[in-house]
């Protein structure tokens, strides 16, 4: 739906691999971060006076 | 009047007189041309009110959610019946309750792409086998009817009903060596800004009018997901964030199930396309699972079912 590559990630981890689910997280944060911010399905909130 | 007309008049009141069924819904002929609109029989002497031609493209099945007759007569076309036996799976009806008469569909017409070739308001239609000719003050157009089909109906491989009771006229030839995704490949060999860019334009007309979701056999929530208020899941304007949202959100609860009726797309008052995003994740289903909607009353739906095989190569 035009979102980036690599922005949206998907990974099976049991309650028991705790230490997979630190790596998954810190691979998924390291990736977007490279991306940089992302500017789709962002909605600009309305102005108040 | 077609001999198909006739076939479901007289099975119409058949089934109401001798009991078989309560009520039989059909088509009679809308108060427009090219726009005939369901309708409830529950008098055999009513039946002479229903019709069938190229302008039956509304999916009945959309009626008969948690009805309680116990025995409903329904015509159905191919993508009807396809629509009916997911209604089947999804416990909105029970197949007793129903007795399909099927009617083997040669494909309906788009008013739209009629509308368009004619120079005015068109007052009167008929049809023969193959040629729709449109009349209105001052004009006569006579159409190749394959030049007229709704764009879903010019690629559909399933125009035999897959189920039914009673069958209105010999079943036809399934149209072999259809490209049905032709439009997906060139929307997936796009870059993800083209894509982007696509889609803004695809949806920009939208008024979120929800006649797509109102149109659709499979959009039969109670409450939609778009309706409701606390929590208010997307934005109830035409911010074109919700809109992208409440489309790709239906699509996605539509997969899997969805078998490209068209009715969404024949509803839609500004003529979105909205079917590239059904037919997208009906592609991924039929190329990842095999696995086409409401073909059989055996097999469950894909995701509704775990195979060992089944694809994951996007999980890691």
């Not at chain 2, 099945?61 to 036996?85: F, H, M, P, Q």
């Not at chain 2, 870059?191 to 797509?212: H, V």
Request: a neutral charge; aromatic letters at 8%.
């Amino acid at each position: 739906m035009g979102i980036e590559p690599g922005r949206l990630q998907f990974s099976w981890i049991s309650s028991a691999e705790s230490t997979k689910f630190v790596t998954v997280a810190a691979q998924v944060t390291e990736a977007v971060r490279a991306l940089g911010p992302n500017t789709r399905f962002i909605k600009p909130l309305a102005e108040v006076a | 009047m077609t001999s198909t007309t006739e076939i479901l008049r007289e099975t119409a009141a058949r089934l109401l007189a001798s009991g078989a069924v309560e009520m039989v819904i059909g088509f009679r002929q809308g108060t427009i041309p090219m726009m005939n609109e369901p309708c409830f029989v529950r008098k055999p002497a009513e039946a002479g009110l229903l019709v069938w031609d190229s302008h039956c493209g509304i999916n009945l099945a959309n009626y008969v959610t948690d009805r309680k007759e116990k025995k409903i007569g329904i015509v159905a076309k191919g993508c009807d019946s396809r629509n009916l036996v997911t209604h089947i799976l999804e416990n909105k009806i029970r197949r007793e309750q129903l007795v399909v008469i099927g009617v083997p569909c040669r494909g309906m017409a788009d008013k739209r792409k009629i509308a368009m070739k004619c120079p005015g308001e068109i007052l009167r239609v008929h049809e023969t086998e193959t040629a729709i000719t449109a009349e209105g003050e001052g004009f006569t157009r006579t159409f190749e009817k394959a030049d007229v089909l709704q764009h879903n109906c010019s690629l559909c491989t399933h125009r035999n009903p897959v189920i039914h009771d009673e069958l209105a006229g010999e079943p036809v030839e399934e149209q072999q060596g259809v490209d049905r995704y032709a439009d997906v490949r060139a929307v997936e060999a796009m870059s993800p800004e083209q894509r982007w860019k696509y889609f803004e334009d695809l949806l920009a007309p939208c008024i979120r009018c929800y006649a797509c979701r109102n149109a659709c056999p499979l959009c039969y929530c109670p409450t939609c997901f778009v309706d409701e208020s606390r929590p208010q899941w997307v934005g109830k304007g035409q911010d074109p964030v919700d809109v992208r949202t409440f489309h790709f959100l239906r699509a996605y609860h539509c997969a899997g199930r969805c078998t490209d009726c068209g009715a969404c797309e024949r509803a839609c008052p500004v003529g979105i396309n909205m079917r590239l995003f059904t037919k997208k994740l009906e592609k991924d289903c039929l190329e990842l699972f095999g696995w086409e909607a409401g073909l059989s009353l055996e097999v469950r739906p894909a995701l509704d079912h775990y195979r060992p095989n089944d694809p994951n190569d996007f999980i890691r």
